[in-house]
Nanobody, 115 residues
Framework: QVQLVESGGGLVQAGGSLRLSCAASGRIFSINDMGWYRQAPGKQRELVAAITSGGSTNYADSVKGRFTISRDNAKNTVYLQMNSLKPEDTAVYYC?????????WGQGTQVTVSS
């Protein structure tokens, strides 16, 4: 019903920045909750940031003050601006889109931060 395409990942040095994007397409009927998760090798997938249909946001403590989540409703796209990146931010980042109680996941994009 909904397809998510992520982009913007890559390799960056510590202290650098990246901007991830996640574009939703398909049968979009409303402004939905969206978020970003990440998973590092050997670790559980964790919530990084979320933005509700009403525009409220929340962040993991580890990224608060460094990452910013935003959305463009006209484009059905959610962004994650990542500044002051640290090696511990290295992970595969996944976009999540929730519509009618169903979770749609992006394919994941690799973010690697070198020290």
């Amino acid at each position: 019903q909904v397809q998510l395409v992520e982009s913007g990942g890559g390799l960056v040095q510590a202290g650098g920045s990246l901007r991830l994007s996640c574009a939703a397409s398909g049968r979009i009927f409303s402004i939905n909750d969206m978020g970003w998760y990440r998973q590092a090798p050997g670790k559980q997938r964790e919530l990084v940031a979320a933005i509700t249909s009403g525009g409220s946001t929340n962040y993991a403590d580890s990224v608060k003050g460094r990452f910013t989540i935003s959305r463009d409703n006209a484009k059905n796209t959610v962004y994650l601006q990542m500044n002051s990146l640290k090696p511990e931010d290295t992970a595969v980042y996944y976009c999540l889109h929730i519509q009618f109680g169903y979770n749609y996941w992006g394919q994941g994009t690799q973010v690697t931060v070198s020290s």
